[in-house]
């Protein structure tokens, strides 16, 4: 079927998705699932990229044989710079394997505001012209403005000047062409109206793959981790940077008595880390894990008493999301955090939560001691609560966006 035909059935046939971390293996159940709906799906990607250390062994995500299954098309395409990807894809290639993918809706899992989704845009046109739509998901939720003009032309700020020209330029050719954004939070699709107020648009939470979170023994594991049963234990896994407050989760469970931390991570914060947790003395309440295996990680969630995310937001980042907050609740822990960005959205509507005042150590500590007093009520069905934030209603809600957003492009051509 072609996409013409397509157009005129009002179904949706191929998918293309382009990500720059699509090669991780937790967006890898998304693709089986649009496949599982009989969708032919194809992925477009960087062969080799510079990551977090915390996400890929040795701080690089690299295409291999075993990335490439039967479900799903994977198109690897070479970056310009694998160390700053937002600089794009060889224009070449990615043209290429647009042409390749042949496909009716292209999604970028990027920010409307990125190069990205400029050279996509760009290759969509030359190949397809304005016919075949382009969606982003976006998770930014701090209100984006184009940068204002400053002609101050000293060597000094001539290149501050050229990157406020490119990202007013970005911004204005991505306004003009995108069809289409869904984005994980309220606030990110909310800020979408200094984008494009009439932009077709909805939240859609991103998809955790439940078969690697869910409930387990508390002591069996501990056991297994050697980590005593009698101690309270609160655990924080992630990036070490400064925005995520580890230094206030740190002297908070310093000042409780028979509280222990479990600290799961790699990040450019962890020296400054360890050297506050030498100066409190409380090494030996500490336990220490630079990177685990996600079939094993559901382990160390169900030997927790709490899992804590005491992001604070700054004047460029809050939190946009926290996906460890939906793999916490798929183990049923207690779960604090801090009033930052989408936390309190995301934990809203599950019962086993505290959220306490972002940069307040002593409305933390109150907190962590009041977790023991968190039950489900009889009533409360887990798994249907869980069901907005799972792979399954990720691509249920996107088929049906793709499906509606077609049908108003039919209308407009």
């Not at 159940?29 to 890929?56: H, M, N, Q």
């Not at 304005?130 to 403005?145: D, G």
């Not at 001539?158 to 003009?176: D, P, Q, V």
């Amino acid at each position: 079927m072609d996409l013409k035909d397509t157009r005129k059935t009002g179904t949706f046939m191929n998918l293309t998705i382009i990500y720059h971390c699509g090669l991780m293996e937790n967006t890898k159940a998304l693709y089986r699932e649009f496949a599982r709906r009989g969708i032919k799906i194809s992925i477009i990607v960087p062969k080799k990229i510079k990551l977090d250390s915390i996400y890929t062994k040795g701080g690089f995500l690299v295409i291999s044989k075993k990335d490439f299954e039967p479900a799903y098309n994977l198109i690897p395409v070479d970056l310009i710079n694998i160390h700053k990807y937002n600089l794009g894809f060889y224009p070449l290639q990615l043209l290429r394997a647009l042409k390749i993918s042949k496909p009716d809706v292209i999604h970028i899992l990027n920010e409307y505001s990125s190069f990205h989704v400029t050279q996509t845009i760009f290759s969509r046109n030359i190949l397809y012209g304005t016919k075949v739509p382009i969606v982003t998901y976006a998770f930014q939720n701090i209100k984006f403005t184009p940068f204002s003009f400053n002609f101050n032309f000293s060597l000094k700020s001539l290149k501050k000047t050229f990157k406020e020209i490119s990202h007013s330029f970005i911004f204005a050719y991505n306004r003009k062409y995108i069809d289409g954004v869904t984005a994980v939070s309220s606030k990110a699709i909310e800020n979408t109206k200094v984008f494009n107020p009439n932009i077709l648009k909805e939240h859609i939470f991103w998809g955790i793959d439940f078969n690697n979170f869910y409930p387990k023994s508390r002591n069996l594991y501990r056991k297994k981790l050697g980590i005593p049963e009698d101690i309270k234990l609160i655990g924080y896994f992630g990036r070490f940077i400064k925005e995520k407050g580890l230094d206030e989760l740190v002297k908070a469970v310093s000042k409780i008595e028979k509280c222990h931390l479990m600290l799961v991570g790699k990040g450019n914060y962890e020296d400054e880390l360890n050297k506050i947790i030498d100066t409190l003395g409380i090494r030996n309440r500490v336990y220490r894990y630079n990177s685990i295996k996600t079939a094993e990680i559901v382990d160390y969630y169900n030997c927790l008493d709490a899992f804590v995310l005491p992001s604070q937001t700054t004047p460029k980042w809050k939190e946009q999301y926290g996906k460890v907050l939906v793999e916490a609740m798929a183990c049923n822990i207690p779960i604090i955090g801090s009033s930052s960005g989408a936390i309190p959205e995301v934990l809203r509507g599950y019962p086993k939560h505290l959220i306490f005042k972002e940069g307040s150590i002593s409305d933390l500590m109150n907190k962590i001691n009041e977790i023991g007093k968190l039950r489900f009520p009889k009533d409360f069905k887990i798994n249907a609560f869980l069901n907005k934030f799972s792979v399954e209603n990720f691509v249920s809600k996107h088929i049906e966006f793709y499906n509606n957003l077609l049908t108003t492009k039919i209308c407009v051509l």
